[in-house]
């Protein structure tokens, strides 16, 4: 069975920094990707940022700079941090992590393997 848990999220002021951490367990790491995405209140589910079995990074236009992905990996299971840097207040959501993740028409859990999320909130 695959499991997903993001931690780390809370508040902090526009400018401030947050780490996140996914571990993932039970998944088969190749030709696969582990990534963040985000959704607000009333917007659409979006994608932050991935990070594949063979270190390929990939970044949405407006964290690049400012969030880095990053992966390492202990007996089976994989651990994603997301650090982010100047935060803003548009950075506020639910940050979720997937595994082999699909998002379809602004929706988040079409397909691959998700944890429950973690909220970010950075006032202004």
């Known amino acids: 069975e695959v499991q997903v848990a993001e931690s780390g999220g809370g508040s902090v002021q526009a400018g401030g920094s947050l780490k996140l951490s996914c571990t993932v367990s039970?998944?088969?790491?190749?030709?696969?990707?582990v990534g963040w995405y985000r959704q607000a209140p009333g917007d659409v589910c979006e994608l932050v940022a991935t990070?594949?079995?063979?270190?390929?990074?990939?970044?949405t236009d407006f964290v690049k700079g400012r969030f880095t992905i990053s992966l390492s990996q202990d007996n089976g299971k994989i651990t994603v941090d997301l650090q982010m840097n100047k935060l803003k207040p548009e950075d506020t959501a639910v940050y979720y992590c997937?595994?082999?993740?699909?998002?379809?028409?602004?929706?988040?859990?079409?397909?691959?393997?998700w944890g429950q999320g973690t909220q970010v909130t950075v006032s202004s």
């Open positions: 990070i594949s079995d063979d270190d390929e990074r990939i970044y």
């Open positions: 039970g998944f088969k790491f190749h030709d696969a990707a």
């Open positions: 997937a595994a082999d993740g699909i998002i379809s028409g602004g929706l988040c859990f079409v397909d691959g393997y």
